[in-house]
């Protein structure tokens, strides 16, 4: 059984920063993709990035191209996700997934596991 624990979240003006960090545990992820999906009040829940463990391919959504940047400690099995430049648009709750393949996919029904997620929020 996989678990993931999210952290880092938190109220930042625009402009601002933040990184969250994603606990990994129960299984090796040398195989696996690991992502960010974000859900603002009233959508649905969205894909922000996607990185795979060997190689360290990414992946990310246009809207947070240039401003986040995800990556991995694979001996700590921890997940990061570094947010600059937010912007209240960026509002929402933050979870981590981890898929258990290594192909780029932005579908949530692709990833196997999920966190409870972490709350961003941005003011203007």
């Known amino acids: 059984q996989v678990q993931l624990v999210e952290s880092g979240g938190g109220l930042v003006q625009a402009g601002g920063s933040l990184r969250l960090s994603c606990a990994a545990s129960?299984?090796?992820?040398?195989?696996?993709?690991m992502g960010w999906f974000r859900q603002a009040p009233g959508k649905e829940r969205e894909f922000v990035a996607q990185?795979?463990?060997?190689?360290?391919?990414?992946y990310y959504a246009d809207s947070v191209k240039g401003r986040f940047t995800i990556s991995g400690d694979n001996a700590k099995s921890t997940l990061y996700l570094q947010m600059n430049s937010l912007k209240p648009e960026d509002t929402a709750v933050y979870y981590c997934?981890?898929?258990?393949?290594?192909?780029?996919?932005?579908?949530?029904?692709?990833?196997?596991?999920w966190g409870q997620g972490t709350q961003v929020t941005v003011s203007s």
């Open positions: 997934a981890v898929r258990k393949s290594l192909t780029i996919t932005i579908v949530l029904t692709d990833y196997d596991y």
């Open positions: 129960g299984r090796t992820f040398s195989s696996y993709a």
């Open positions: 990185i795979n463990w060997i190689g360290g391919t990414t």
